[in-house]
């Protein structure tokens, strides 16, 4: 009997592990469906009910903002390339009834909108009626940026992301600002120390990451889903405007922390000089970005930004780099008829070109041509009398944008390597004579143009 | 597996001979068995190993999500929360006050809410209201009661507190010589036994509720009239009531959970905290039909003066045609109470960290703040800059609206202003005529944003400099021959009897009389004619027709204009280049106008009014419309008084110090 007792033991503490080892399984599955997946839960019954909970929710937010008269735009990356396949019938039938619910049903975490500040001021009632409506929200505020200049100012803090979240979804309301250069600025979303973490899964979220500029959008009212929404009117280019957004702001800090140590010239002659620079490379810029050619700021102009957020008053020209690959025969042209004549052109396509134009009063703008390598970038320089190449060799990089004195301009992301790759370790110190050919401490000597090549590779008006 | 737990359960009896049969046989079969029991533990611990991993992993993911949220979401500065108060359940405040000659100072549970031993400063009465439920400080105020007057101010801002308010006051130095017996009867009012008597050098300290208890009284007798009274220290305890009891039962709207926040923090803003009857904080003027200037921003600039900056943005917000969206307070330091009014109104504020001292101070902060409403406002073409001690005239965006097109088109404009130096009561008539002159007044005036961009700002005077900006910007330099469009009659007034620049025998000598308009949406006239080339034939068509005055009268007495009116009249003055402004100068300090420096002038012309006609003075031969001069005149010369040479040249230095 005692035999049979261990054996019945036996299999009942068989027969309990397994089922719950079952049990661990199915739980681990349905964990892993989670993580890898949607956040909430996927189980099959209930998809259609989840997909008409995006839609729902995004409906009663949009009835939330047109009762306050507030207008947003759609920026939800996955809707708008969804929509973006559709668009010619999209924009066609604006009143159309669609039977299913293709765009806003669509397996997603969030919904993503725009708000321009300016068209808003009022948020009490909102958030208040939002409370009525059911919906949980969150606000993150922080400092203004377009205060950030050279002076120490400090306003209320502005709000830069709001979240509101109903049932199992949530809608992203990304705040834009205006700032000057032309351009739409929105913030990084940075939770407080106080803030709810788990409010939402914050770090799938499209916007907030890094600070972003956009050029101000066309927008189209459009009905999809039988919901009716603006969206910008050409939804791959804003998309395609989205993935190269990331914006990053002056220095501000560090810039009056150096001028402590330097103090600024305020003479006649440095002032004239940053009011032709500034309008030189607001007409350079005017004239790239119409033939539709990506610049960035380079050597020295691009240190100034860096480092005091300001054009050095002893530069003596503007400097602008392009990817070679960007570059088109129409620039020259183009830039004759902005009234830059061409001053001298050193190089040539395949090989360390470099163009250099002469703006009003004495001031040059250099534009240097960028050659990607597969660990590097350089471009080149030439030294007229002898023929002698040069080559200045850069870490690689990405653009971002920035704001310099008033514009929207790119400068590499990684502007420290840059920098410290152009001027070496000691770029906080300024230097007044500067020798293009000696001084950089990324330059290196690259041979000499042979003399047949001479009236190709170096050509001075 | 399954199978052989199947036949166990299922199959025990009926077979029971196969059963035993198979029973024993496994028995016998040892390794089968083993092989079972093994499988057996071996599914346990298989068990136990996918609980542990997926113990593991849960925690793993969970600190995971935490850390990178952690790294790309969190404010990358320490956000060290502003140290807040803790809330005291305390129902008990124990208050130090400390009264002598050369040092006050109020203690309220050991922090130190007033402490004053500057030397030369801080005479007289110290007042400071505290909230009877929170303890916070609301209002802290001196009234220097051994000069006139100032009594008269300490009884309206005690009328003006809250019933049940805790008011402490001390005195430093000396506090009665001008404190008549209505202040002492107030003071007595408040529950003070030696109010009535305090005398000469007398030190005093005393804490009570308004219309209740007195929690504390000290006083020091001034032996003799050389001496002061000895130091007095009061210590004594306060009784706080609950929140509900402190606050008013308004109901409960945006508007008034603003007011509520006001109310509970600052004391002195009379009937905007009143129980009963609030006054509004909000106006709705009326709108202007086709405003120019809605969306132009507005910039508001302001030191620690709350009171002033309160009055004038009650009148700017009830100015018609006002846009609040682009109203902008700039603050020059991390004061509390300005920022407190500007919320009040619901507009936004901005501070700013001072840099430098005095002039120069004020200068930068001008810079900033002009700088920042660019910023915000990209798209602003124009700014207008408002000073916190300035009157809105009710057609302040309206003598806009109507003007700004002019600041546009005409290069030849350096600013629009709505201050006229030289309008006073009896110098300034129609509401409805401008000006072109060759001075910048300031005090309310639009500023174009290209201006500002491309001129002024890259070389804005230094924090070293001291230097007035406005000086500054009235330089040749920085004017280069442009010119300011005026009103006839001021749409601001200069109230501030405090600052920088300013005391109060200054501001009764030349701003108490200035005009200024009340009546609203005033059609101006002939705007179009303001223009460079337009304004010069108004001119000569004006001097055309005027009656040329008779100049062997006096022209400082009544009866050198004749007693009509709505008349055209013109004197001639010597004036012999264009620098040459000594008759100038006289006559316009025997007309009792601004006679510190040059104003209003425009090519050696001056126009106002007198007795409600056209005046107007033209300097010859400097002036280009000295030909309009009959030959038979001789023009007028004014010597000034040799003896008060000295005297003229330091009130001169003063004005160019003000404003």
């Given amino acids: 009997m005692q035999k049979v007792n261990k054996n019945a033991v036996l299999a009942l503490l068989t027969l309990s592990s397994l089922v719950f080892l079952l049990f661990q399984l199915y739980y681990y599955r349905s964990y892993l469906a989670q993580k890898n997946g949607a956040v909430f839960s996927k189980v099959r019954g209930s998809q259609l009910g989840q997909d008409s909970t995006r839609w729902h929710v995004v409906k009663k937010f949009l009835g939330l903002i047109s009762s306050h008269n507030i207008p947003v735009y759609l920026i939800d990356p996955l809707i708008l390339g969804l929509v973006d396949k559709d668009i010619e019938q999209i924009r066609s039938s604006s009143d159309g009834t669609s039977p299913e619910c293709k765009y806003f049903c669509a397996p997603r975490d969030f919904t993503t909108f725009a708000l321009l500040d300016k068209a808003w001021k009022h948020e009490v009632g909102l958030l208040r009626t939002a409370e009525k409506m059911g919906f949980q929200w969150l606000k993150i505020l922080n400092k203004d940026p377009r205060l950030d200049g050279m002076d120490d100012l400090s306003g209320t803090e502005i709000p830069l992301h709001y979240i509101f979240k109903l049932a199992s979804h949530a809608i ?120 539709g050619v990506k610049f960035w700021l380079s050597s020295g102009t691009c240190l100034g930004w860096y480092r005091q957020c300001n054009v050095i008053p002893y530069s003596k020209d503007v400097d602008l780099g392009i990817f070679i690959r960007d570059y088109k025969a129409d620039i020259i042209p183009a830039f004759q008829k902005a009234g830059l004549p061409l001053k001298h052109k050193f190089g040539k396509v395949e090989d360390s070109l470099e163009l250099s134009f002469q703006g009003e009063g004495d001031v040059k703008l250099d534009i240097f041509f960028f050659y990607e390598e597969d660990d590097h970038i350089w471009n080149g320089g030439t030294q007229a009398k002898s023929g002698k190449k040069f080559k200045y060799l850069f870490p690689k990089f990405t653009l971002c944008w920035t704001e310099f004195v008033e514009l929207k301009v790119h400068v590499p992301c990684e502007t420290l390597q840059y920098v410290e790759a152009n001027y070496g370790p000691d770029w906080k110190v300024p230097v007044k004579t500067w020798d293009w050919k000696s001084s950089p401490s990324n330059v290196q000597y690259n041979g000499v143009w042979p003399v047949e090549e001479w009236d190709e590779v170096i050509q001075i008006y | ?130 909230n009877q439920a929170t303890g916070h400080v609301m209002a802290k105020r001196v009234f220097d009661t051994y000069s006139p007057h100032e009594d008269e101010a300490m009884v309206l801002f005690l009328n003006m507190v809250a019933r049940g308010r805790i008011l402490i006051f001390t005195i430093k130095d000396e506090g009665s010589f001008h404190l008549k017996d209505t202040a002492k009867n107030v003071l007595k009012s408040l529950g003070s036994q030696v109010a009535p008597f305090l005398s000469w050098r007398d030190m005093w300290t005393f804490v009570g509720k308004k219309g209740g208890e007195v929690y504390g009284e000290k006083h020091a007798k001034s032996p003799a009239l050389s001496t002061w009274g000895d130091p007095v220290l009061l210590k004594t305890e306060v009784h706080l009531t609950s ?22 923090k600052v004391e002195g803003y009379g009937s905007v905290c009143s129980c009963k009857d609030p006054t509004p904080i909000e106006f709705n003027p009326d709108p202007l039909k086709d405003n120019k200037v809605f969306d132009v921003p507005v910039a508001v600039i302001a030191g620690n003066r709350p009171n002033y900056l309160y009055r ?36 936004s504020g901005i501070q700013h960290t001072p840099i430098s001292i005095k002039n120069a101070r004020v200068s930068q902060h001008y810079k900033a703040s002009l700088t920042a409403t660019f910023n915000l406002f990209p798209d602003a073409k124009f700014a207008v800059v408002l000073e916190e001690d300035l009157d809105i005239s009710v057609d302040f965006f309206s003598f806009l609206s109507q003007s700004i097109h002019l600041l546009e088109e005409d290069e030849s404009l350096y600013c629009i202003s709505a201050w006229n130096d030289q309008g006073y009561e009896h110098t300034a008539e129609d509401p409805s005529l401008l000006y072109r002159v060759e001075t910048m007044p300031g005090l309310g005036w639009v500023l174009r944003k290209s201006l500002y961009k491309d001129e002024l700002e890259p070389k804005w005077p230094t924090p070293e400099k001291l230097w007035d900006w406005d000086m500054w910007m009235r330089m040749p330099e920085q004017r280069k021959g442009r010119e300011c469009i005026i009103p006839d009659i001021s749409r601001s007034y200069h109230f501030g009897i405090v600052g920088l620049n300013m005391n109060g025998y200054f501001h009764e000598a030349y701003f108490k009389k200035h005009k200024f308009n ?73 007309l009792h106008i601004w006679d510190l420096d040059v104003r209003g002038n425009h090519k050696g012309l001056w126009r106002l009014f007198r007795k409600k006609n056209h005046f107007l003075v033209v300097g010859v031969p400097a002036s280009p419309y000295s030909s309009k001069k009959p030959s038979s005149v001789t023009p007028i010369y004014m010597e000034p008084p040799a003896k008060e040479e000295g005297a003229v040249a330091v009130p001169a230095v003063a004005a160019a110090e003000q404003t």
């Fill in chain 1, 172 to 291: 992203h309301l990304v705040v834009f600002y205006e700032r000057s250069g032309n351009y739409l600025w929105h913030g990084p979303l940075r939770l407080k120390q106080h803030m709810d973490r788990k409010f939402v899964p914050f770090r799938k979220l499209h916007f907030g990451r890094y600070p972003g500029a956009y050029e101000k959008p066309e927008l189209l009212l459009v009905s999809i889903d039988d919901l009716k929404v603006q969206i910008p009117k050409n939804p791959s280019s804003f998309l395609e405007e989205m993935s190269r957004s990331r914006f990053l702001e002056c220095r501000y800090r560090e810039a009056r922390a150096f001028f402590q140590l330097y103090p600024d010239d305020a003479s006649a002659d440095a002032v004239e000089f940053r009011k032709r620079a500034k309008s030189l490379l607001h007409l350079a810029a005017l004239t790239l970005n119409n033939l």
């Fill in chain 2, 1 to 130: 597996m399954d199978e052989w737990k199947a036949n166990l359960v299922i199959k025990p009896h009926k077979k029971r001979s196969w059963y035993l049969a198979w029973k024993y046989k496994l028995m016998n079969q040892r390794a089968l068995r083993k092989l079972c029991q093994t499988g057996a533990v071996l599914f346990l611990l298989v068990t136990v190993i996918v609980n542990i991993k997926l113990i593991l992993d849960t925690r793993r993911a969970a600190y995971e999500e935490e850390e990178e949220s952690a790294q790309d979401y969190d404010d990358e500065m320490l956000n060290v929360e502003a140290p807040r108060h803790p809330v005291s359940n305390k129902k008990v405040l124990d208050v130090e006050v400390y009264s002598s000659r050369s040092k006050v100072y109020v203690a309220v549970d050991g922090t130190t809410v007033l402490e004053d031993e500057a030397r030369e400063q801080g005479r007289g009465i110290h007042v400071i209201v505290l």
């Fill in chain 2, 243 to 264: 929140v509900e009891d402190a606050e008013c039962h308004w109901p409960d709207t945006e508007l008034n959970r603003r007011r509520r926040r006001f109310c509970s």
């Fill in chain 2, 312 to 347: 004038m943005l009650r009148s700017l917000l009830s100015a018609q045609g006002v846009n609040p969206q682009m109203i902008t307070v700039f603050i020059d330091g991390y004061y509390e109470e300005p920022m407190d009014v500007v919320e009040l109104f619901g507009l």
């Fill in chain 2, 518 to 590: 009340t009546v609203p949406n005033v059609q101006l006239k002939n705007v179009e004619s303001l223009r460079k080339d337009a304004y010069e034939t108004e001119i000569h068509r004006l001097l055309g027709e005027a009656e040329v005055l008779d100049h062997s009268k006096n022209p400082c007495e009544d009866s050198f204009v004749p007693d009509t009116e709505g008349k055209v009249y013109v004197m001639f003055i010597k004036m012999e280049q264009e620098a040459d402004f000594t008759t100038w100068t006289q006559l316009a300090k025997c």
